[in-house]
T-cell receptor, first 112, second 109 residues
Framework: DAGITQSPRHKVTETGTPVTLRCHQTENHRYMYWYRQDPGHGLRLIHY???????DKGEVSDGYSVSRSKTEDFLLTLESATSSQTSVYFC???????????FGPGTRLTVT | KNEVEQSPQNLTAQEGEFITINCSYS?????LHWLQQHPGGGIVSLFM???GKKKHGRLIATINIQEKHSSLHITASHPRDSAVYICAVRENTGNQFYFGTGTSLTVIP
């Protein structure tokens, strides 16, 4: 399972509140990704990181920020949560010769 | 825009049937990834391939780079194969993946 954990696994929050999701990996992978999964859409990239303090935006980055202060942790922050950010969030790492992606268990976020 | 298209979107099969799920893509890629997601569950890697064919148990994945097409086959399907199967492509720079919306498979005993 590539040693990836996500916390929290479930969260309900109110519109306008800040939320931080954590992805933790134990195998020192350089690349980490945050995706959201919504009905009718494929997984969509929010942000990714290619090293400590090195991050870049994905296709749905508006309203999200990320930080990576150490290799094992990649944090996703919703500065002011909106109902449109209700989703399942997956973290992934990239590994292997073909850059295969391995996913964490997901975080179900509900913004009321 | 949909860089990755999967067909069919939904598929119901009888136990024991041979199943094919198709994936077509429009961007230049360096590899293609097949993933499986059980209801309410996490996402599991099945195959990563850049050419030809790979087999693992009852699952076979093929890719035709020239035609920008891949297929996932399941032989002797079983109810435990019921899941959503997701195709993803790694674009040429290697930093990003694009995902299909998935094929929902139900295998009836």
């Amino acid at each position: 399972d590539a040693g990836i954990t996500q916390s929290p696994r479930h969260k309900v929050t109110e519109t306008g509140t800040p939320v931080t999701l954590r992805c933790h990996q134990t195998e020192n992978h350089r690349y980490m990704y945050w995706y959201r999964q919504d009905p009718g859409h494929g997984l969509r990239l929010i942000h990714y990181s290619y090293g400590v303090k090195d991050t870049d935006k994905g296709e749905v980055s508006d309203g999200y920020s990320v930080s990576r202060s150490k290799t094992e942790d990649f944090l996703l922050t919703l500065e002011s949560a909106t109902s449109s950010q209700t989703s399942v969030y997956f973290c992934a790492i990239r590994a292997g010769q073909l850059y295969e992606q391995y996913f964490g268990p997901g975080t179900r976020l509900t913004v009321t | 825009k949909n860089e990755v298209e999967q067909s069919p979107q939904n598929l119901t099969a009888q136990e024991g049937e041979f199943i094919t799920i198709n994936c077509s893509y429009s961007v230049g890629i360096s590899a293609l990834h097949w993933l499986q997601q059980h209801p309410g569950g996490g996402i599991v890697s099945l195959f990563m391939l850049s050419s030809g064919k790979k087999k693992h148990g009852r699952l076979i994945a093929t890719i035709n780079i020239q035609e920008k097409h891949s297929s996932l086959h399941i032989t002797a399907s079983h109810p435990r194969d019921s899941a959503v199967y997701i195709c993803a492509v790694r674009e040429n720079t290697g930093n990003q993946f694009y995902f299909g919306t998935g094929t929902s498979l139900t295998v009836i005993p």
